[in-house]
């Protein structure tokens, strides 16, 4: 099962929310507080968590056991896109990086292929 986690930055309230409950959601609150969750940031989870089903049907498919491919996703709980401040502010010559920029740069990501035998 893929769950979202979400963080409220305005009381702190961190809630989960099932892929197959989201489909459905015109828009998300806050349970503690009512903050609303921007409508387009619902419509783009909305979007990965139908290209995510579609893969994993497309995996499915094409006999994805006897080929060795199966794919999850995995995440940092404790990361909090929109809390760090620890970047130089952004000017003409310097734009702002998006989270994922950040996230790579931060984290220096790889990623890695393996083959099974």
């Known amino acids: 099962m893929l769950v979202f986690i979400f963080h ?16 459905d959601r ?11 969750f921007p409508e387009q940031a619902v419509a783009n989870l909305q979007k990965l968590g139908r290209a995510y089903r579609d893969a994993i049907d497309n995996l499915k ?22 809390e760090s401040n620890d970047h130089a502010p952004s000017t003409p010559d310097n734009p702002p990086l998006s989270f994922w920029e950040e996230e790579a740069k931060r984290e ?8 099974k035998k």
């Not at 998300?28 to 009512?34: A, E, K, R, S, V």
């Not at 498919?61 to 995440?75: C, F």
């Not at 220096?108 to 083959?115: D, E, L, Q, R, V």
Request: hydrophobic content about 25%; some cysteine.
């Open 61 to 82: 498919s094409t006999n994805y056991r006897r080929h060795g491919w199966s794919i999850s996703i995995a995440g940092n709980p404790n990361r909090r896109p929109g």
């Open 26 to 36: 015109q828009n998300i609150i806050c349970q503690n507080c009512g903050q609303p």
């Open 108 to 115: 220096k990501s790889t990623i890695h292929f393996t083959k």
């Open 8 to 23: 409220c930055h305005a009381c702190k309230e961190t809630f989960q929310i099932a892929l197959e409950n989201l489909a």
